[in-house]
């Protein structure tokens, strides 16, 4: 048994390490992996000549199937690709090249009065994220995704912190990679009520949501209508990401008399390290400029390399929490 085991892995491994097809097609081999493995517990649960097996052998295979379980879990997080799509794909998922959406004017604070900057970081769904993030020693801002069948842990790991944020699946305008339950525009506000509702059991700490995509969701009015009026209901706050330059959450809120909280720069719209670090230098010029910005990036690795290397700039300003904004 354990044979047969140790040779259905050794094939995925091996079609696993020649694996070299294009982004679109991961979450489908991501698929195929998850299916394998529970084959492989199936596998391991059955006797090959289907006879009962001693407690001491039972209890030995369960051993080594535990062990060979990790090994194969420890392959995949090393494997896998640190990120599945370009940070674009918040605001345009197929145009690579695509600047994101302004921020909203905001008033120039009066000279020498003390600048706070919020840094968010999105997209945070494994343990490898939490690592990377941590590694930087700076206060940045968690925002975790909804579990999913790609990323189970993520409310886990989000409730191991002092203090996150919910990164809200909304709808996009054209996005392929949906996250599962996102809510959409055409959603009522019972089903919205009911999909928040749900987040909070999985996310007990967090008052802070910010969107996940959202290019649709977001320009439409009566949709943020009813998503900010569970908002209110449930004593949430809500984070445009600016993922559309159309976005009605400013007016929106107006109408609803809630203070507006948006985004003001991406991080890592563009790769390479010294690029993103052109991207804190705004940040913290906007944030000295208005008295506070916020910033949004993700757990890349030129995003995280470039904000250790940032700290005597970032030290110009204050890093604060979502929730001191």
Do not use: W
Not at 88 to 107: I, M
């Amino acid at each position: 048994m354990i044979g047969i085991i140790l040779f259905v892995i050794a094939l995925f491994i091996g079609y696993f390490i020649g694996f070299n097809q294009a982004e679109d097609e991961l979450d489908a081999e991501r698929l195929k992996t998850r299916h394998l493995a529970e084959q492989i517990q199936q596998i391991a649960s059955i006797d090959e000549y289907n006879q009962p097996l001693s407690k001491a052998k039972d209890k030995s295979y369960d051993g080594e199937i535990a062990q060979l379980q990790r090994e194969l879990q420890k392959l995949l997080d090393r494997e896998r690709p640190s990120e599945i799509v370009k940070p674009q794909h918040e605001y345009a998922p197929k145009g690579t090249k695509v600047l994101p959406p302004p921020a909203v004017e905001r008033p120039v604070c009066p000279t020498g009065s003390a600048a706070r900057l919020v840094i968010i970081i999105d997209d945070v769904s494994y343990a490898r994220d939490v690592k990377a993030i941590q590694s930087t020693g700076l206060p940045l801002v968690m925002s975790f995704l909804p579990p999913s069948s790609r990323h189970g842990d993520s409310a886990i790991l989000a409730q191991q912190q002092k203090t996150y944020m919910v990164h809200l699946p909304l709808e996009a305008l054209d996005y392929d990679a949906e996250e599962p339950s996102t809510l959409r525009i055409g959603d009522s506000e019972e089903t919205i009520s009911k999909r928040i509702n749900a987040l909070r059991c999985q996310f007990p700490n967090a008052r802070y949501y910010n969107n996940h995509t959202g290019s649709k969701f977001t320009s439409d009015t009566a949709a943020m209508e009813r998503l900010l009026h569970v908002f209110q209901k449930e004593g949430l706050k809500f984070v445009d990401s600016r993922t559309t330059p159309k976005s009605k959450v400013p007016a929106v809120s107006e109408a609803f008399g809630i203070h507006y909280v948006g985004r003001d720069v991406f991080l890592d719209h563009q790769d390479g390290v010294d690029n993103v670090k052109k991207q804190i230098k705004e940040a913290v010029d906007k944030a000295k400029r208005h008295g506070v910005a916020i910033a949004i990036g993700h757990p890349r690795p030129d995003t995280i390399q470039a904000l250790k290397e940032s700290k005597e700039l970032l030290g110009e300003v204050q890093l604060i929490g979502i929730e001191q904004i």
